[in-house]
């Protein structure tokens, strides 16, 4: 199952004024036919399958196979929450997008362009270390706090803690 979002979700993430909250944002943001609902699991958290269930509901979202349900006795290993450094960089790029920054399309194209996990993990501080000026303090700590989520326990010090060099 890879949800798509429809027009009402192009239309809603189009206008910020959308009764979406920043979770369905997100949510809808990552919905781009590509990921299935494993990896949109590891991005988004235990109830992924919920809120792409309700999003789909709702007219948000289309997907080829019916909307997934959420058994009240469902393992929690089967969606057990994974840290990884690529789910990671595919967050931040997602959040650099939203922003409508000539400093962010940079910042964006860099860590889109890194292979290596030492330039990913600079091109990650660095955008962190920038973010603070294309938006709200809120914002900023909400992206941390994802990225603290989701950054394997390894690259936490390296990415959030680090000061870059001057």
């Given at each position: 199952m890879q949800p798509r979002k429809t027009d009402l979700a192009h239309a809603a993430l189009q206008a910020h004024r959308a009764p979406l909250d920043l979770r369905q944002r997100r949510a809808l943001i990552l919905c781009d036919g590509k990921r299935g609902l494993g990896e949109l699991s590891n991005l988004l958290g235990d109830d992924a399958p919920a809120l792409i269930a309700q999003l789909q509901r709702e007219g948000y979202l289309h997907v080829e196979q019916p909307a997934p349900t959420v058994a009240a006795d469902a393992a929690p290993a089967a969606m057990a929450r994974r840290r990884s450094l690529v789910a990671a960089r595919i967050y931040l790029l997602d959040m650099l997008a939203l922003q409508r920054n000539?400093?962010?399309?940079?910042?964006?194209?860099?860590?889109?362009?890194?292979?290596?996990?030492?330039?990913?993990?600079?091109?990650?501080?660095?955008?962190?270390?920038?973010?603070?000026?294309?938006?709200?303090?809120?914002?900023?700590?909400?992206?941390?706090?994802?990225?603290?989520?989701?950054?394997?326990?390894?690259?936490?010090a390296a990415v959030l803690e680090t000061p870059l060099p001057a």
């Open positions: 000539p400093a962010a399309a940079r910042l964006h194209q860099l860590l889109q362009a890194t292979r290596e996990e030492s330039d990913t993990l600079h091109a990650l501080r660095l955008a962190l270390a920038q973010l603070p000026a294309m938006t709200s303090d809120g914002y900023v700590q909400r992206v941390r706090d994802r990225l603290r989520e989701v950054l394997p326990e390894s690259h936490l």
